[in-house]
């Protein structure tokens, strides 16, 4: 098992802007999740991408993969204030582990 | 669909009580995950049950236990608390791993 490192530790954005964290991880993955999470609350699955997935779209969300450079990226275009979280990447195989996340700010 | 439930919402024990948290999965949903997030050390994998087996373990000690009953419902336990264990508890659900999890709202646990 391992966790991934998001990158920015905190982003922050005006509302319409595009906002992109990336994920490293450190060995070969089977698939890797992006999640959300709201303050104090408990988080919300994004999107899930296969190891031999590209990349991947879900409404203003997209995720890319690539597996040579173990890395991950989440864009969320034209943002909104209620984008307003931290955003956590899990590389798992069997079991999700999590790094610190990107804390994201997007002002109205 | 129902979602993940977990109980009780907020709890405040004393130092060297036990503690039981309790977690309902989504209904067909065999594997459970227990998380626990605190300021200080972010989201930390307790464990994971899958058909009633602990298939993964975090790094905490043996304080730390949970199960699996044959309904997938899961339950943790931490026995001796300590003040260091208050944190918000998360419990996520799934149909198995390579699929995406399903959190709870969390247990917020106070030790005092």
């Known amino acids: 098992s391992q966790q991934g490192e998001e990158d920015p530790q905190a982003l922050s954005i005006q509302e319409g802007e595009n906002a992109t964290m990336n994920c490293s991880y450190k060995t070969s993955i089977n698939n890797l999740q992006w999640y959300r999470q709201n303050s104090g609350r408990g988080l919300v699955h994004l999107i899930l991408?296969?190891?031999?997935?590209r990349e991947k779209h879900s409404g203003r969300l997209r995720v890319t993969l690539d597996t040579s450079k173990k890395s991950s990226s989440l864009l969320i275009t034209a943002s909104r204030a209620a984008d307003t979280a931290s955003y956590f990447c899990?590389?798992?195989?069997?079991?999700?582990?999590f790094g610190a996340g990107t804390r994201l700010t997007v002002k109205p | 669909k129902a979602g993940v439930t977990q109980t009780p919402r907020y709890l405040i024990k004393t130092r060297g009580q036990q503690v039981t948290l309790s977690c309902s999965p989504i209904s067909g949903h065999r594997s459970v995950s227990w998380y626990q997030q605190t300021p200080g050390q972010g989201l930390q994998f307790l464990f994971e049950?899958?058909?009633?087996?602990?298939?993964n373990k975090g790094n905490f000690p043996g304080r730390f236990s949970g199960r699996q009953f044959s309904n997938s419902r899961s339950e943790m336990n931490v026995s001796t608390l300590e003040l260091g264990d208050s944190a918000l508890y998360l419990c996520?659900?799934?149909?198995?791993?390579?699929?995406?999890?399903?959190f709870g709202s969390g247990t917020r646990l106070t030790v005092v």
């Open positions: 991408i296969r190891s031999n997935e």
């Open positions: 049950y899958f058909s009633e087996t602990q298939r």
């Open positions: 996520a659900s799934s149909l198995d791993s390579g699929t995406g999890y399903t």
């Open positions: 899990a590389p798992g195989n069997n079991d999700m582990r």
